[in-house]
């Protein structure tokens, strides 16, 4: 069974950083890729960041903060996020789907069956 796990969220100073997790559960990442998503209180869920092992993309929003990277066991994906702002703020989710690219519309959440459940990241002094 598919299942993605998130986990590392927490609560961090503005201009500080924090790295999450995506736990790969019943499959591994060579010809999946994986997603990352954040949404924030009356705000719809936005694309962040999606990695495979043919093509990584990052949101506007984030490039040149946050890195996304795949373990060597090929079994958790990260998300080092750098230079944190409140904005940042939001519960991120990382998703799936099997697929060897990402795909240009990597950053639509209806790309992706499944998903992690989340994790709360508050961006504050």
């Known amino acids: 069974q598919v299942q993605v796990v998130e986990s590392g969220g927490g609560l961090v100073q503005p201009g500080g950083s924090l790295r999450l997790s995506c736990a790969a559960s019943?499959?591994?990442?060579?010809?999946?890729?994986i997603g990352w998503f954040r949404q924030a209180p009356g705000k719809k869920r936005e694309g962040v960041s999606c990695?495979?092992?043919?093509?990584?993309y990052y949101a506007d929003s984030v490039k040149g903060r946050f890195v996304a990277s795949v373990d060597s066991a090929k079994t958790t994906v990260y998300l080092q996020m750098s230079s944190l702002k409140p904005e940042d703020t939001a519960i991120y989710y990382c998703a799936t789907v099997s697929s060897y690219y990402c795909s240009y519309s990597w950053y639509a959440p209806s790309e992706y069956p499944y998903w992690g459940q989340g994790t709360q990241v508050t961006v504050s002094s």
């Open positions: 019943g499959f591994t990442l060579d010809y999946h890729a």
């Open positions: 990695i495979s092992d043919g093509s990584t």
